[in-house]
């Protein structure tokens, strides 16, 4: 048999040790998952800034509460943002504060504040969904990867002692299988890092526009008669 026939991918992941191939399944089952979340985190997180840009243009067009709770709600579950959300329940804590008798301005707004504020962390544990997932991936596959390479390695030099004179013919093939594993690992790690940081950065950004909105719109609450 030729060497590069058995050099060739295939050959080397169907010639490893069981624990190598039970560790490269592994890495290609976590490799899938995390592609699928990446790909859900990506249209997740593209609607959530469209829904949020839209909200906000609706709001600073457009003072009148009413108006703008009944924009809110007229969209589907499927379809309202995080900010809608937050709109409304705050809208919904204030109007139900004002129309109990002696309730202080303090009170209200303080009530109001507490109602934006837990919608906001449900909102957030919402996006931030499946990237500790990525997180995990990114720092643990490679180890998983290095585990499968030392394993194969230490198979390869085993099988030596059989052999009266060790050549690379002999080595080449079962330290190759064995690096495999930590290829496979780093195909897994890489893409699942990128993928955080970047949506850990742009959900960090929603945040950000999240808090300014509950501070703008309570401003605006306060103002109301």
Do not use: C
């Not at 840009?53 to 609706?58: G, H, I, L, V, Y």
């Not at 959300?85 to 303080?110: D, N, S, T, Y």
């Amino acid at each position: 048999m030729e060497v590069t026939q058995d050099l060739s991918f295939v050959h080397l992941i169907s010639n490893a040790s069981v624990l190598v191939q039970l560790v490269m399944g592994l890495l290609l089952l976590v490799s899938m998952l995390s592609w699928w979340y990446i790909f859900l985190k990506m249209f997740a997180i593209r609607s959530e800034v469209k829904l949020t840009e839209e909200f906000e243009e609706a709001f600073w067009h457009n003072q009148n509460l009413n108006e703008l709770y009944k924009y809110a709600n007229s969209s589907s579950l499927r379809d309202q943002g995080a900010l809608e959300r937050i709109f409304a329940a705050g809208f919904v804590e204030f109007v139900k504060l004002k129309k109990q008798h002696g309730v202080e301005a303090a009170a209200v707004m303080e009530g109001t504040r507490r109602a934006m504020r837990a919608t906001y962390q449900r909102e957030m544990d919402r996006l931030e969904s499946h990237l500790a997932f990525l997180a995990s991936v990114g720092s643990v596959s490679p180890y998983v990867g290095l585990f499968g390479t030392v394993w194969g390695i230490m198979n390869a030099f085993r099988g030596l002692a059989n052999v009266g004179q060790a050549t690379l013919a002999h080595v080449a093939p079962g330290i190759a299988e064995a690096l495999v594993a930590t290829a496979m690992g780093l195909f897994a790690a890489i893409p699942a890092v990128v993928a955080y940081n970047r949506y850990a950065h742009d959900i960090n950004r929603l945040s950000t526009r999240f808090d300014s909105f509950t501070e703008e719109f309570s401003n605006v609450l306060q103002r109301q008669p």
